[in-house]
């Protein structure tokens, strides 16, 4: 096997390993630590964290210790989440969030860093286009990581499915679950059972153990990338300045379409925390339990990922417009029946309709929205970006932040009304560049219209 080609294995296997606890973690935070609402709390705090992170962090850490060490180190950031969820208090898991989204962007940064250096040495030697090799590399990373997400819930909801403690709730207790629920933000009033410790511990252990074969992967299958051939990425990495970096993030808000797409941004974080952190907790973990959450959770992940190959595909004769309208139409499609539902056990498929529905509605936000910052701002596109993971960072850290406070129906109008001004504030946008831009052929506007970034994470 080519060695380079070796080493994208190694690095998409060690985040498939980390990323089936990460994500399984995450789905159960608001359900396993709804007291006080700790477990959305965390994640409030470990985005914020984030936030920091991807402005100072990955260019200091790659320099210092290289792609292969800064991967390893912010890896072991993860696992101390997982360490904390053991006992779980605001003790331990507001600081272990913490230390994880200070690895968040370090880890990702050096990952397209450390793929993209390995594509460039590949093309050179075998005398190809390094975009092609590059493409090629990300496309082999990403099929296997976007499988994470099914194996992580699929692992807690086997664990939790083996408890002797399910209970069938009286229907006085299943009218506390939906959209007005009977929640004081402190606590689940329903009585839903509890997984017992046990349970809980064998999951966390082997979430622990799935984050420690990541790193030890890492640490002794991935080889440290030459020093002539990083020698070029570390003067690029070292070429602005980090306040140089960071002023112009904020300056590319003089650009009046990327104020206007400030919401559409955000709602991408807002739109996934009610699904990770309410859905699960006041629908599925409510009226079925917890052990349904996985599968849920797994039902999301696969529609999002083939809908996100679907519409990459489809879009360049759909255009984006009519896939944002999809997306719009069919999120408040949902959010409006959310209001409406009341969730019952014997409705069992209408708990994975939504999930499912909900991630078309994501493909065409992560996919289109990335794609639409890659055609506006070619010129600017490090600027911008960082701009969009601000934003779209600072929507979780908000619904993140609020969702213990507030009602569910409460928390679904917002989401509604940050929906509707995304809508209007990206028709303003398309608006603006019809005006701007010369009439083109139709075959060429769509080209244009679809242009996107190369390589554009979207996860944590």
Known sequence: MERNFKNVLVISFGFLLLFTAYGGLQSLQSSLHSEEGLGVASLSVLYAALIFSSMFLPPILIKKLGCKWTIAGSMCCYITFSLGNFSASWYTLIPTSVILGLGGAPLWSAKCTYLTIAGNAYAEKAKRSGKDIINQYFGVFFLIFQSSGIWGNLISSLIFSQASNKVELPEENLECCGAYDCTTGTSNATGSAEPSSSLIY????????????????IVIFLDQIKSDQAEAEKERLEAPSFWATFLATF????????CLLIPLTMYSGFEQAFLSGDYTKTYVTCALGIHYVGYVMICFSAVNSLCSLLFGKISQFTGRKLLFALATITNAACITALLLWKPHPKQLAVFFVFPALWGLSDAVWQTQTNGLYGALFEKHKEAAFANYRLWESLGFVIAFGYSPRLQVHTKLYILLAVLALAAVMY??????EERSSPRAPPAAAAEKENVGPLTQDTHM
């Open 251 to 258: 300056q590319q808000l003089k650009d009046k379409r990327q």
């Open 202 to 217: 064998t999951l966390l252990g082997i979430y622990t153990a799935s984050g420690v074969l990541a790193v030890l992967l």
């Open 427 to 432: 028709g303003v946008v398309e608006h603006l």
